[in-house]
């Protein structure tokens, strides 16, 4: 039997996407290893959010050539889609697959290796759809589209079921017509895509018979859901969607990826609260609390727009979990904009804070921008902002003290010869319960306390 090992980096959208791709590769009879083990083909799903993350692709990319040197390498997602020409000539990997084509994995590792056998020399020419470039001993199979081509479908990655048995991510939307200033990520993901409604609640209901308690949305940008198919009702699309998972018997809890302030409304809450099985766990992108830092980004809010918002959800939750990202260094932050974006934090109260040091990526309006902040300066902000978000996140945390929580269980682990299990109450936090009975997959209350966190 075959092995194949996979690799995911970035976000929720690739971890969803890697389990997909992992299990194209069951179904095509290949056993999977770990990662970095003997294998016959690896997978390195990459990420170009930073320029660390395009580092720690390449970085991947290589141990895989390193530890698997006769192995067939295939590097796919948004690095490859920015910056395939440079692995295609490079020798890093010999599938170079862009977004929007993981689906075609199986049918592209065949491809190279009919090629690899008694082909090699006759591949299409450079510049088609699909195309193949010959070097002395290997060929380097490319299938990377223009992901900025109009009235792109959204790509139908079939029903996955990911190896633990309490959460799932459902894939149902992809693409970002936002353009922050900052971002590359719609130049590597493209335009709004969304799913079909019923092929999402198809996969639903899937991942509910498969056993699976917790369906997680997620998406590059979930608020813009459905407003390619349906017109532009912004949030009804979603809402229906959610309000159809919430009837599928099994699912017991649904959890929302990050959304942008815009899609909160009072009517959009007041909706999404009167259905049981929505956690109160909201991550709403911040990004900086300063209104002169939010105009440079392109962010299309201001800071006391952004805590009616925050107001609006805490008036149909009790004790609703805010999360949020922040980015720190933006090209001409001063002193005082970093200032007010920690005091608007504070004022915030969020539960956790996604602290991010600017990072200039080519070909966005802010790498042109003037002033760019020395690393050292967005370090040191970086480590403040963490260190308040930690005290916050305490703060959150001592509501629940004495209270009785819902834990959903997850993996079991052992301290000082006793076993314990994680697990996550609705808001997100995650808690340590000790017990001699398996309670993996269970969702059970429990009395709240500092020694469970």
């Given at each position: 039997?075959?092995?194949?090992?996979?690799?995911?980096?970035?976000?929720?959208?690739?971890?969803?996407?890697?389990?997909?791709?992992?299990?194209?590769?069951?179904?095509?009879?290949?056993?999977?290893?770990?990662?970095?083990?003997?294998?016959?083909?690896?997978?390195?799903?990459?990420?170009?959010?930073?320029?660390?993350?395009?580092?720690?692709?390449?970085?991947?990319?290589?141990?895989?050539?390193?530890?698997?040197?006769?192995?067939?390498?295939?590097?796919?997602?948004?690095?490859?889609?920015?910056?395939?020409?440079?692995?295609?000539?490079?020798?890093?990997?010999?599938?170079?697959?862009?977004?929007?084509?993981?689906?075609?994995?199986i049918s592209l590792i065949e491809k190279y290796e009919q090629e690899m056998q008694g082909t090699v020399g006759t591949a299409p020419a450079k510049g088609t759809d699909a195309h193949s470039q010959v070097g002395k001993n290997k060929c380097n199979c490319s299938?990377?589209?223009?992901?900025?081509?109009?009235?792109?479908?959204?790509?139908?990655?079939?029903?996955?079921?990911?190896?633990?048995?309490?959460?799932?991510?459902?894939?149902?939307?992809?693409?970002?017509?936002?353009?922050?200033?900052?971002?590359?990520?719609?130049?590597?993901?493209?335009?709004?895509?969304?799913?079909?409604?019923?092929?999402?609640?198809?996969?639903?209901?899937?991942?509910?018979?498969?056993?699976?308690?917790?369906?997680?949305?997620?998406?590059?940008?979930?608020?813009?859901?459905?407003?390619?198919?349906?017109?532009?009702?912004?949030?009804?699309?979603?809402?229906?969607?959610?309000?159809?998972?919430?009837?599928?018997?099994?699912?017991?809890?649904?959890?929302?990826?990050?959304?942008?302030?815009?899609?909160?409304?009072?009517?959009?809450?007041?909706e999404l609260a009167s259905y049981e099985k929505v956690c109160p766990h909201f991550h709403l992108s911040l990004q900086s609390g300063s209104d002169t830092v939010l105009r440079r980004m392109n962010r299309h809010y201001t800071a006391d727009g952004y805590y009616r918002k925050c107001e609006i959800i805490r008036n149909f939750y009790e004790h609703p979990a805010l999360t949020t990202d922040i980015i720190v260094g933006f090209p001409g932050e001063t002193e005082e904009e970093y200032e007010n974006t920690c005091d608007f934090a504070g004022k915030v109260g969020f539960y956790q804070i996604h602290v991010f040091k600017y990072s200039r990526r080519d070909g966005t309006p802010a790498a042109k921008m003037p002033k760019q902040v020395p690393g050292k300066v967005a370090a040191r902000r970086s480590v403040g902002l963490i260190s308040l978000g930690l005290a916050l996140e305490d703060e959150f945390k001592k509501w629940y003290n004495g209270k009785v929580v819902e834990v959903l269980f997850e993996e079991p682990f052992f301290e000082e010869g006793r076993q314990y299990f994680t697990g996550f109450t609705p808001e997100y936090i995650r808690v340590r319960f000790s017990s001699e009975e398996d309670l993996r997959n269970r969702i059970l209350p429990v009395v709240f306390s500092d020694n469970m966190v």
């Open positions: 039997m075959k092995k194949a090992s996979l690799h995911n980096l970035g976000c929720k959208v690739n971890a969803c996407e890697t389990e997909a791709m992992e299990q194209q590769l069951i179904r095509a009879g290949y056993e999977i290893v770990s990662f970095g083990h003997p294998a016959d083909v690896c997978v390195v799903n990459t990420c170009t959010v930073t320029n660390i993350a395009d580092h720690k692709s390449r970085q991947m990319l290589h141990k895989a050539r390193k530890s698997n040197p006769d192995a067939i390498i295939v590097a796919v997602g948004c690095y490859v889609q920015a910056m395939g020409e440079e692995l295609l000539h490079n020798g890093d990997a010999d599938i170079i697959i862009g977004n929007d084509r993981k689906g075609e994995l299938e990377i589209i223009d992901i900025n081509a109009p009235e792109r479908p959204f790509e139908e990655l079939g029903i996955t079921h990911p190896s633990e048995h309490t959460r799932a991510f459902l894939k149902i939307q992809d693409g970002c017509n936002q353009f922050c200033s900052y971002c590359a990520i719609p130049y590597a993901r493209g335009r709004n895509r969304s799913r079909r409604p019923e092929d999402a609640l198809d996969e639903a209901k899937s991942l509910a018979a498969d056993g699976f308690k917790e369906i997680v949305l997620t998406g590059i940008n979930l608020s813009a859901y459905g407003t390619d198919l349906m017109g532009n009702k912004e949030g009804r699309p979603l809402l229906d969607l959610i309000k159809g998972i919430n009837d599928i018997e099994g699912i017991q809890r649904i959890r929302l990826g990050s959304l942008e302030p815009r899609i909160i409304t009072e009517d959009f809450v007041r």
